[in-house]
């Protein structure tokens, strides 16, 4: 899946595939996915999983204890800074909380 390809939302030329990490499910049943393929159209600003991918993904997840190694791994996660007016998160900073997740 390299080069350019036609965009499936705006139908212009100049999508691209990028491989992404995605996380799905909380808390201990977290599964991490890694080279994800989305497919990126610059002419009109969509990003999209195709419906292989989709069918993928769903295969890996009902299959995730044979696919998935067990790994241990650092979480954060992200704050805003507060927009002017609201009230401020009492918890700016916090510890990356350690979680088992499956790759």
Same mark, same amino acid.
């Given at each position: 899946?390299?080069?350019?390809?036609?965009?499936?939302?705006?139908?212009? @030329?100049?999508?691209? +595939?990028? &491989?992404?990490? $995605? =996380?799905?499910?909380?808390?201990?049943?977290?599964?991490?996915?890694?080279? /994800?393929?989305?497919?990126?159209?610059?002419?009109?600003?969509?990003?999209?999983?195709?419906?292989?991918?989709?069918? @993928?993904?769903?295969? +890996?997840? &009902?299959?995730? $204890? =044979?696919?998935?190694?067990?790994?241990?791994?650092?979480?954060?996660?992200? /704050?805003?800074?507060?927009?002017?007016?609201?009230?401020?998160?009492?918890?700016?900073?916090?510890?990356?909380?350690?979680?088992?997740?499956?790759?």
């Amino acid at each position: 899946m390299t080069g350019t390809m036609r965009c499936d939302v705006c139908g212009k @030329e100049g999508a691209q +595939i990028q &491989l992404v990490t $995605r =996380a799905y499910g909380r808390g201990g049943r977290e599964l991490l996915i890694r080279n /994800v393929p989305v497919v990126t159209c610059p002419q009109c600003g969509e990003s999209y999983l195709t419906a292989e991918t989709l069918y @993928e993904i769903e295969r +890996i997840k &009902l299959h995730r $204890r =044979a696919l998935a190694a067990r790994k241990q791994i650092e979480v954060a996660e992200f /704050v805003r800074a507060p927009v002017e007016g609201e009230a401020r998160p009492t918890r700016a900073l916090q510890r990356p909380a350690r979680s088992t997740v499956r790759r």
